[in-house]
């Protein structure tokens, strides 16, 4: 048996969710300026379509 940590897509989701997490505190209030408010809110938006699609293909690269 494998354990759950030792597949890669897992390390990928959970990656991906740290960045969620950062970049939509960042978008919310932390990001100083309006500019990169804008940058962090649309890099939370590709943190949360990964984690989807790496939950979905179960594969970090994508199938790439």
Same mark, same amino acid.
């Given at each position: 048996?494998?354990? !759950?940590?030792?597949?890669?897509?897992?390390?990928? &989701?959970?990656? !991906?969710?740290? !960045?969620?997490?950062?970049?939509?505190?960042?978008?919310?209030?932390?990001?100083?300026?309006?500019?990169?408010?804008?940058?962090?809110?649309?890099?939370?938006?590709?943190?949360? !379509?990964?984690?989807?699609?790496?939950?979905?293909? &179960?594969?970090?690269?994508?199938?790439?």
């Amino acid at each position: 048996q494998s354990i !759950g940590w030792a597949h890669p897509w897992l390390w990928a &989701k959970l990656a !991906g969710l740290v !960045g969620y997490v950062v970049f939509g505190s960042l978008a919310l209030r932390r990001a100083p300026t309006l500019r990169m408010r804008r940058a962090c809110l649309v890099l939370a938006l590709l943190s949360a !379509g990964y984690l989807v699609a790496v939950a979905l293909s &179960k594969s970090p690269s994508l199938g790439l």
